[in-house]
């Protein structure tokens, strides 16, 4: 960027990579994620499956996963967010805090503002 | 390129200089400081200064891109692979440069950005972050600091100046700004005002030698403002109190810079007149009340030509109670001063005792450079990061060419110093002695 007038006309166009790897425990498990409320993937999972795409730099982002399982299955997450590892290291942030799926239940993520939200969790310290 | 001079800092912060002048920046460069200023505390208000020719002019060259002397040491220390009070003030925007663009796109502070660029650099902000230099009211009269940054300083450099003038110049010492209660008073209502304030960063002088920062801070206590507040400042370390007690207990979070260069005696020498094991103990009883209070605590170190030898002591302290230490800037003025003008094998025996506290804690080297050298969770990773940095910047020490007129200068400041204090540097420093004896001693 040559000067700020430059970001302010791509700004709205920048978008940040997000990677979701599913690492079945067991076979044959259906499972349904949804990023930002649309189904990128709803299919039964019987190997480590990567998703990837791309969402807007600026805008909300949440993820919401859920798995129909029978016991012992369960489903293994990780989660990158523009490169930074966010699942495992901050599955304490997620519903429920975990990284390990091993309930029916919805396990969510809701991330306001990537990057800000990023130096809070991150502890970079307090913001002017 | 933007993501090469682009600080955030104008939009949130301001120096106040002893003199009371307004400046854009605590890391401005000296040129920049010493140009006449037209804003000060008398004159102009806080919020005035945010919109003042000079911090919109600022702002408008950080938005295009234009490189500024104002902003020379940052340059500097970025060539130099040092962490700059840029990327410093660029955090606090959630600002990084390793993802400059995303990051500036994404920080909270965007939309301010914005309305400057489109305001002929005017701001909708109002201050969050002060440098505040309150005076060069001190107790100490260390021998590299200069008359401006201490008032018993002044009376020995018209002594000294009748010894040596090259090396002991007269300097005009302005009034402090903080002798006029009326303007401390103005000041304080002013802050007041602001309801955004988060850090306070107070200079001296020895700061908790003034009665101002006293005045101040209590005055933000009486208002409750302090509850909201994170106070900063740096002291000798000579000066502990039950006033110093209360703040710390009524600010939000409180950070305390302890000036040490050594635990040897030759902090005494070079620190006159402090006694370290004064010292120490307040430094211990600041240790106490870390652990009861949130009080962070960080040595500040300036290494020069004298106590680099025992840098060592530093370092094991700072393992031993868990304590990190700011600033790897080794000293520079006065010149004579200079660790490059240590002879080698001095230096080799410096090299072998940091090397040897490196093997007695099993310190190993990251490659990751830590911007937030205060979080609490990685003090152990910014205490080995310093180490490995000393050790660094010692091995690729290089004598500079006037290293023998400037042996023979640093023989000549420390006579001048001893025959007004009647002491000795062989006293502290016998390791030295074949060294200075060489030059003249």
Redesign the interface.
């Known amino acids: 960027m040559k000067n700020f007038y430059e970001a302010t006309a791509t700004r709205s166009e920048l978008t940040i990579g997000v990677r979701l790897i599913l690492i079945p425990i067991g076979e044959d498990i259906p499972c349904e994620v949804k990023i930002n409320d649309e189904v990128v993937f709803n299919e039964t999972l019987s190997s480590i499956k990567t998703i990837a795409g791309e969402v807007t730099l600026i805008d909300p982002i949440s993820f919401a996963v859920r798995i129909q399982r029978q016991h012992p299955q369960a489903v293994k997450l990780v989660l990158a967010i523009d490169d930074k590892e966010i699942i495992p290291k901050y599955q304490h942030l997620a519903q429920p805090a975990t990284d390990y799926l091993d309930s029916n239940d919805v396990w969510t993520l809701d991330i306001p503002s990537f990057y800000p939200w990023y130096h809070t969790i991150t502890g970079q310290g307090w913001i002017a | 390129?933007?993501?090469k001079t682009?600080c955030?800092s104008p939009?949130?912060?301001i120096r106040i200089d002893t003199a009371g002048n307004y400046l854009p920046c605590r890391w401005a460069a000296w040129s920049e400081i010493n140009t006449p200023k037209v804003n000060t505390v008398s004159n102009t208000s806080l919020l005035g200064y945010m919109n003042s020719d000079v911090m919109s002019e600022t702002r408008i060259k950080?938005?295009?891109?234009v490189p500024m002397k104002l902003c020379d040491y940052c340059y500097n220390d970025e060539e130099n692979n040092k962490v700059s009070g840029r990327q410093k003030q660029l955090?606090?925007?959630?600002i990084t440069l390793e993802?400059?663009?995303?990051?500036?796109?994404?920080?909270?502070?965007?939309e301010n950005?914005?309305y400057s660029?489109i305001n002929q650099g005017w701001t909708n902000t109002t201050p969050?972050?002060l440098q505040i230099e309150i005076g060069n009211t001190c107790n100490g009269a260390c021998i590299m600091c200069a008359p401006k940054h201490s008032s018993r300083l002044v009376k020995d450099y018209q002594k000294l100046n009748q010894l040596d003038q090259t090396l002991f110049p007269i300097y005009q010492v302005g009034k402090n700004w903080t002798d006029d209660e009326r303007l401390v008073e103005k000041f304080v209502n002013e802050i007041g005002q602001l309801d955004n304030i988060?850090?306070l960063h107070f200079l001296g002088g020895e700061t908790l030698y003034i009665k101002s920062f006293y005045d101040i801070c209590n005055q933000l206590i009486k208002t409750g403002q302090s509850k909201t507040i994170?106070l900063g400042t740096t002291t000798n370390c000579t000066v502990a109190n039950a006033d110093l007690e209360n703040i710390i207990r009524n600010f939000k979070h409180v950070h305390l810079g302890l000036s040490i260069e050594s635990f040897h005696g030759i902090n005494d020498y070079v620190r006159y007149p402090g006694d370290i094991n004064d010292i120490t103990d307040n430094i211990h009883a600041f240790l106490k009340l870390r652990e009861e209070t949130d009080l962070h605590l960080t040595l500040r170190i300036t290494p020069s030509i004298l106590t680099i030898y025992h840098i060592d002591t530093v370092f094991e302290f700072m393992l031993e109670n868990k304590i990190t230490a700011e600033s790897c800037n080794f000293l520079q003025d006065p010149k004579c001063l200079r660790i490059e003008y240590l002879p080698s094998n001095l230096i080799d025996t410096i090299k072998s005792k940091i090397d040897a506290i490196i093997d007695k804690y099993d310190l190993k080297e990251s490659n990751q450079t830590i911007?937030?050298i205060?979080?609490d969770?990685l003090i152990d990773q910014v205490i080995g990061q310093m180490i490995f940095e000393y050790k660094h910047l010692l091995e690729n020490l290089v004598t500079p060419d006037d290293a023998e007129l400037q042996r023979k200068d640093l023989v000549k400041f420390l006579k001048s110093f001893e025959s007004i204090r009647n002491n000795s540097i062989l006293t502290y420093l016998p390791e030295y002695e074949k060294f200075l004896r060489s030059y003249g001693y």
């Open positions: 390129m933007l993501e682009f955030s939009w949130f912060h950080m938005l295009n891109a955090l606090k925007s959630a993802k400059f663009q995303n990051t500036l796109c994404a920080s909270p502070h965007y950005f914005k660029d969050v972050d988060k850090y994170n911007l937030n205060r979080r969770d």
